[in-house]
Structure formats: structure tokens, C-alpha cells
């Protein structure tokens, strides 16, 4: 009994001299340094949650309540709002395409998408995002329009023109004032691998969109400053 104590001991003792001999040989030392001048968030919080090829949101339950017939998270009502307001004051024509959108109007959606893409996965992924992976089920994801006949239009709607428009110019310059980025920056499709809305922006906060912005981050760049862990790039086959 007591030769079974002292190897006990003897283990403990070794374990604890490793673990003071060998400092820096963790998981954390390994991995990036945050930057100083990122922004301090708890990168848990609901405003960074993750819906991309590899984190589904199908099961998200969204509370969502009214701004311009349609809905989104309440806690994003006033920053959208807001935009919508600001953005009509500096002289754009505004309106939201897509807001809050259920999983069930998601999943016909993509059924259409499908058979329009002759029933190919790999076609369709390119052109409409997958069934729980869709950030408009989250209510925190607006598809911004500057033409009236598009908005609240319940259907499949992607704008290829916006991108050329004043507003759009104007959304990338100062929708992280209101709390949302650019969601989907076609350069960084390896860190989200869905299909690209170029109208697409995201509630983020103010302080996390600045610096996303700033920076010229996506949101999986920026959650792998805090967690890479909570990250995974399958083109590389490896977590950020
Ligand atoms: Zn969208």
C-alpha cells in the first residue's frame, strides 16, 4: 500500500516538473497571438456565431421582431434601422431583399435551386447556400437592395448589379457604424466555402465590424484570432 503511495506521489511529482520544465510546449503557445488592438469580445457571444459549410444552424431557434414587414434578431431591429434611416437621409434608395427567413422557406428555396441546377450538389452549392448554413435564419443577416421591386421579394434574389451601385459603395463604408461587415468578401472563400451573396451583410456589433472592416477580415478570420479551434478551412484540412 504504501509502495503503491509513493509511486503515486513519484508520477505526481513528475507530472508537475513537466508542466514547469516544459513551458510554452502548449496548445496555446502554438497558437497565433490575438493582436493587441483586436477588439476584447467574449467571440461566444451570439453576435459571432457561425453559419457556414461547417457550422450548421438548422437547429437555431430564432426570436425575431418587425422592421419594414419583415423580421430579424430584436437585438439588431435598431442598428438596422438606423442604416436604413442614415442611408435614406444621405440620398440612397434602400430596402432590405431578405431578412429573417425560416428554415422551412430555406429548405424550399434550396429545393428549387436544386432542381433549377439539374439536380448537381456541387452546382447549386455555388449558387445558393445549403440548408443550415443560411445566416438569414438567424435573423442577423440582411441582403440590401436599392430597388424597390426587390424588396421582401420571397424568392431566390441575387442582385449582381449592386455592386456597382452608389449604395453599395456607401454600405461598405459605413455599415460597420451600425454593427454590420460585408459577410462575404469573394477573395475569402476558402474560410466559408458557401456561395457569396455580394449584398449579404452581417450584424456583428460596432466594435467587432470596425475592426473587421479595418482590417479587411472575414468573420472566420476574425473568430480564429480569439479561437482558432472554432474554425475549420477543409481547403487546407486543418483547423485556423
Ligand atoms: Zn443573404
Known amino acids: 500500500m504504501k509502495k503503491r503511495f509513493l509511486a503515486g506521489l513519484l508520477m505526481f511529482a513528475l507530472l508537475a516538473a513537466c508542466a514547469v520544465a516544459l513551458p510554452g510546449v502548449t496548445a496555446s503557445a502554438e497558437a497565433p497571438e490575438k493582436p493587441a488592438d483586436a477588439p476584447d469580445v467574449d467571440i461566444h457571444s451570439w453576435e459571432y456565431k457561425l453559419a457556414n459549410a461547417y457550422n450548421s444552424v ?45 428554415l422551412e422557406w430555406l429548405e424550399n428555396m434550396y429545393l428549387q435551386a436544386f432542381k433549377r441546377c439539374d439536380y448537381d450538389p456541387i452546382l447549386t ?12 435564419q438567424m435573423g442577423l443577416a440582411i441582403d440590401f437592395t436599392d430597388k424597390q421591386a426587390n424588396a421582401a421579394k420571397y424568392e431566390i434574389f441575387e442582385d449582381p448589379e449592386i455592386v456597382d451601385s452608389e449604395l453599395y459603395a456607401w454600405l461598405l463604408e459605413h ?21 457569396c451573396p455580394h449584398a449579404h451583410f452581417r450584424y456583428v456589433g460596432v466594435e467587432a465590424a470596425k475592426y473587421i472592416t479595418e482590417h479587411d477580415l472575414c468573420l472566420e478570420e476574425f473568430i480564429s484570432l480569439y479561437d482558432p479551434e472554432a474554425v475549420f478551412i477543409p481547403e487546407h484540412g486543418r483547423f485556423a
Not at 82 to 101: C, E, H, N, P, S
Not at 125 to 136: C, K, L
Not at 175 to 195: M, N, S, T
Request: proline share 4%; glycine share 10%.
Open 58 to 102: 438548422a437547429f437555431y431557434i430564432c426570436e425575431y421582431g418587425p422592421i419594414e414587414g419583415q423580421g430579424l434578431d430584436p437585438r439588431v431591429v435598431a442598428s438596422a434601422s438606423a442604416l436604413l434611416k442614415d442611408a435614406r437621409a444621405a440620398g440612397y434608395t434602400i430596402y432590405m431583399a431578405q431578412a429573417f427567413r425560416n
Open 175 to 195: 455599415a460597420a457604424d451600425y454593427g454590420f461587415i460585408l459577410r462575404y468578401p469573394a477573395d475569402k472563400a476558402e474560410w466559408y466555402g458557401v456561395a
Open 125 to 136: 452549392a455555388r449558387t445558393f447556400q445549403g440548408i443550415g448554413v443560411n445566416e438569414h
